[in-house]
């Protein structure tokens, strides 16, 4: 890689994360932490607004932005690819918002990039969840975004039938079905529940905050995922 490409990339990961750490950089980067010291230093001294320091990570302070950007051949056919991999398993409405802003990058890529990428010969089997799931998990990621409790009646895989409140934290597809991830206020503690075995569902009014030990970073920790 180019070094021009390097300091390209690090302002790009940099500014899509919280906080960056030299160590993460240098893995993706391949190259060695040295290396990402210099190409920070050199970054800053250009008037790239990089705040952090060597041992603690870096963040891209608010309101830099750079022009808009041009995708590659292969980055172009990527996005189509994950596009037409995601769209049977999302829920109807954040498919057609992906296939819409899919249509939008398309439009705006040079002819010989769009045609590539249009004939990419890559596609998902037809299928995923049925419309029950699809239509819960709609309203469950919803739920995620606007920070509600919610009640469940929930069927388990030893056909026990719970009531639950929980805080929905981040749903999860595994290769077959969807997962709701949240703390379970009955549990006390971090539950996974299939979303085809959710039998009632309802958004509650009661908003959340996050609390030390039950947010989506803690459960992330507690399941080693970064």
């Known amino acids: ?110 002819s010989d990039v769009r045609t590539a990428a249009e004939s990419l010969a890559l596609f998902a089997v037809v299928g995923g969840p049925d419309e029950a799931t699809r239509r819960r998990l709609a309203v469950l990621r919803e739920a995620v975004e606007s920070r509600r409790l919610l009640w469940l009646r929930y069927r388990d895989l030893k056909d026990d039938l719970s009531e639950r409140r929980v805080r929905p934290l981040g749903c999860y597809f595994w290769d077959a079905v969807w997962t709701l991830a949240g703390w379970c206020e009955l549990r006390q503690d971090f539950r996974s529940f299939r979303v085809d075995r959710i039998e009632g569902l309802e958004v509650l009014d009661e908003r959340f905050r996050d609390e030390p030990g039950k947010t989506l970073a803690d459960l992330q920790r507690a399941v080693g995922v970064r």
Do not use: C, N, W
């Open 1 to 110: 890689m180019r070094r021009a490409d390097r300091l390209f990339q690090i302002v790009q990961l940099v500014r899509g994360r919280r906080l960056t750490t030299a160590d993460f950089l240098a893995a993706r980067l391949e190259v060695s932490v040295r290396t990402v010291y210099r190409d920070i230093a050199d970054l800053q001294a250009q008037g790239v607004p990089l705040d952090g320091a060597a041992g603690v990570g870096y963040r891209m302070r608010a309101g830099f932005d750079l022009p808009p950007l041009m995708f590659t051949r292969e980055e172009a056919q990527a996005l189509v690819a994950a596009v037409r991999l995601a769209q049977p398993r999302l829920d109807h409405a954040l498919a057609r918002q992906a296939e819409g802003a899919l249509a939008k990058i398309i439009a705006v890529l040079p």
